[in-house]
């Protein structure tokens, strides 16, 4: 008789938070959402699929799914047009705002990456107020 060697399903769930957030996360799209929900002012699918990213539309509905599923983004139906959807981020996804910072000083100092202007120097000089305002401004344009 041959041994069964264990699969992933038989090991117990990582306790890890890097593997925790990485289920939810870690794909190319879903921070990408994020950053458009959180620093651009998107709401609606179109703006999401018109961002210059290049994401494929079933790729799009899969990760507003997804991202909606695990609570860090929410909908409603657009009030104008009930046929499409309007997202806005939860506190939760809001919470992911110094993350979101933090990769863009990491991609601008390590991947030439371009930061929107003046964000990362906001950042630096008084993060908590950044994040005061931000988490202000999204809960009162954005977040449903």
């Not at 179109?46 to 990760?63: H, Y």
Request: contains cysteine; proline residues 6%.
């Amino acid at each position: 008789m041959f041994a069964m060697t264990p699969t992933a399903l038989d090991e117990p769930p990582s306790t890890c938070p890097i593997h925790a957030s990485l289920l939810v996360l870690g794909d190319r799209w879903s921070l990408l959402v994020v950053r458009d929900l959180m620093f651009a002012g998107y709401r609606s699918f179109n703006q999401f699929q018109k961002a210059g990213e290049g994401i494929a539309t079933n790729v799009l509905t899969d990760r507003l799914l997804k991202l909606t599923e695990a609570g860090i983004i929410t909908r409603r139906q657009d009030p104008d047009d009930g046929r499409k959807w309007l997202y806005g981020l939860t506190p939760k996804g809001i919470d992911l705002a110094p993350v979101l910072v933090e990769l863009s000083k990491w991609g601008t100092q390590h991947e030439r990456g371009t930061p929107p202007d003046g964000v990362l120097e906001s950042w630096d000089n008084d993060s908590e107020g950044f994040l005061a305002d931000l988490r202000n401004r999204l809960m009162r344009d954005g977040a449903f």
